[in-house]
């Protein structure tokens, strides 16, 4: 005897289906590969949205966030953000042929990877959304707590033992205060191998309609093409954040 709920079914077939996508669709589509009744498809989409499991861009096309995949769905301001970034973090990855990241930090520093675009090189730079992140040495926590506020940068610092992950990691904190006041008079961040050996990154900031911070863009790579290109990498990824910061303003 088949004890399954339809619509419980449908809805992990859903999920399963849009896990596998590698970029947005349509509900056409979705009715289409799934052959599940539009009207259906629609509410469980709607239902799902609401929930903080997907993610709906401009076009209306769907996709399933990537904090989903790992067991933590956006919160209610999340969304949104996700949804005005993405074809801008698209743009960027496919323009850079760079791995693209869109990621919060919390009043505790701690950072949240929201979203993703992944290089096609062979040889690229890429990370799973819920690995662990220290703010004080990579481009997207720099620039985040660049842009935070002073209470919140202290207190960060107060209580996080700056470790060396790399040879190149900055420990000291008075150099490491210099160059946040620096992040924040630039406008972006360049972390240069001191998280990881051989990978690059730079963030700029995404701000909303009121002028504050809300989450950084991160152009991952790997250390020489970053040399071969840094003037050109460091103004793709400041232009995509403002395209970004007039979307969500």
């Known amino acids: 005897m088949n004890f399954e709920v339809k619509s419980a079914g449908r809805i992990l077939d859903l999920l399963e289906y849009l896990s596998l996508q590698r970029e947005p669709v349509s509900l056409s589509q979705i009715v289409r590969d799934l052959t599940i009744p539009k009207s259906s498809t629609h509410g469980l989409i709607q239902t799902l949205i609401a929930r903080g499991y997907l993610a709906q861009d401009p076009a209306g096309r769907y996709s399933l966030v990537e904090g989903s995949r790992h067991g933590f769905p956006f919160k209610a301001h999340e969304e949104p953000l996700v949804a005005a970034a993405r074809p801008a973090m698209k743009q960027l990855r496919d323009q850079s042929g760079e791995t693209v990241l869109l990621a919060t930090m919390n009043a505790h520093g701690d950072i949240r990877r929201l979203a993703k675009y992944v290089s096609r ?3 690229r730079y890429d990370v799973n959304m819920d690995a662990a992140i220290a703010a004080y040495c990579t481009a997207t926590g720099r620039l985040l707590l660049a842009n935070a506020s ?3 940068r202290d207190n960060y610092l107060a209580r996080v033992k700056l470790l060396s992950f790399t040879p190149y990691t ?21 972390n240069d ?7 690059t990154g730079i963030a700029a900031p995404v701000w909303d309609r009121g002028g504050t911070v809300v989450a950084a863009l991160n152009l991952g790579t790997v250390t020489p093409r970053f040399v071969a290109r840094r003037e050109l990498l460091i103004l793709m990824v400041r232009e995509a954040a403002l395209q970004i910061s007039r979307a969500i303003g």
């Open 121 to 123: 090189e062979a040889i």
């Open 150 to 152: 002073p209470e919140v």
């Open 170 to 190: 900055i420990t000291d904190p008075a150099r490491l205060r210099s160059l946040l006041d620096q992040i924040r008079r630039d406008g972006y961040a360049v």
């Open 193 to 199: 191998q001191e998280f990881i050996t051989g990978s």
